[in-house]
T-cell receptor
Framework: KNEVEQSPQNLTAQEGEFITINCSYSVGISALHWLQQHPGGGIVSLFMLSSGKKKHGRLIATINIQEKHSSLHITASHPRDSAVYICAVTPDSNYQLIWGAGTKLIIKP | SQTIHQWPATLVQPVGSPLSLECTVEGTSNPNLYWYRQAAGRGLQLLFYSVGIGQISSEVPQNLSASRPQDRQFILSSKKLLLSDSGFYLC????????????FGPGTRLTVT
């Protein structure tokens, strides 16, 4: 079992829909990261969380430390949101990231 | 502000040829540096990380090597490329302490033919 599990693996939705991507982890962490990888390959860090909730534009990330679970939400989704969204955690034990497998999101116009 | 550079952006090399990918970071000192590889359709795989000049840790045994000749320079090398070395190579940096966020370079797409 992977230490960081994401669901779903693939998600296709219509423009305007509310999107939720989930991440569960099994290790103690110092921080959880949500990253976005566009088709060209470049990776951008969206959020780094250690508790609570963060919002940036139409993106919202939440984390429940007790349940070891985080969600990334996209409101009013748009085709330009199409990308792979990756969850990663910084474990307590060291400073390396443990990566989820990613969620491929396609937003259709 | 901090920036991270990688070059080249794309590279096509024949099997058995050498490789050198370079990554440099500006605007910070003593960063932790990372090399990742992403094979087609796969997730990110940590290859090497470095906490200081000359300090390299390898995560995956392979025909690749890394060096850190200067504080903000990280080089990924191979003496003889294999077909399986094809992929997208990403360099990343983070502060040596808190926060833990990693910042990624634009990546190098390597095709070994």
């Amino acid at each position: 079992k992977n230490e960081v599990e994401q669901s779903p693996q693939n998600l296709t939705a219509q423009e305007g829909e509310f999107i939720t991507i989930n991440c569960s982890y099994s290790v103690g962490i110092s921080a959880l990261h949500w990253l976005q990888q566009h088709p060209g390959g470049g990776i951008v860090s969206l959020f780094m969380l250690s508790s609570g909730k963060k919002k940036h534009g139409r993106l919202i990330a939440t984390i429940n430390i007790q349940e070891k679970h985080s969600s990334l939400h996209i409101t009013a989704s748009h085709p330009r949101d199409s990308a792979v969204y990756i969850c990663a955690v910084t474990p307590d034990s060291n400073y390396q990231l443990i990566w989820g497998a990613g969620t491929k999101l396609i937003i259709k116009p | 502000s901090q920036t991270i550079h990688q070059w080249p952006a794309t590279l096509v090399q024949p099997v058995g040829s050498p490789l050198s990918l370079e990554c440099t970071v500006e605007g910070t000192s003593n960063p932790n540096l990372y090399w990742y590889r992403q094979a087609a359709g796969r997730g990110l795989q940590l290859l090497f990380y470095s906490v200081g000049i000359g300090q390299i840790s390898s995560e995956v045994p392979q025909n690749l090597s890394a060096s850190r000749p200067q504080d903000r320079q990280f080089i990924l090398s191979s003496k003889k490329l294999l077909l399986s070395d094809s992929g997208f190579y990403l360099c990343a940096w983070r502060w040596s302490g808190i926060p833990y966020e990693q910042y990624f370079g634009p990546g190098t797409r390597l095709t070994v033919t």
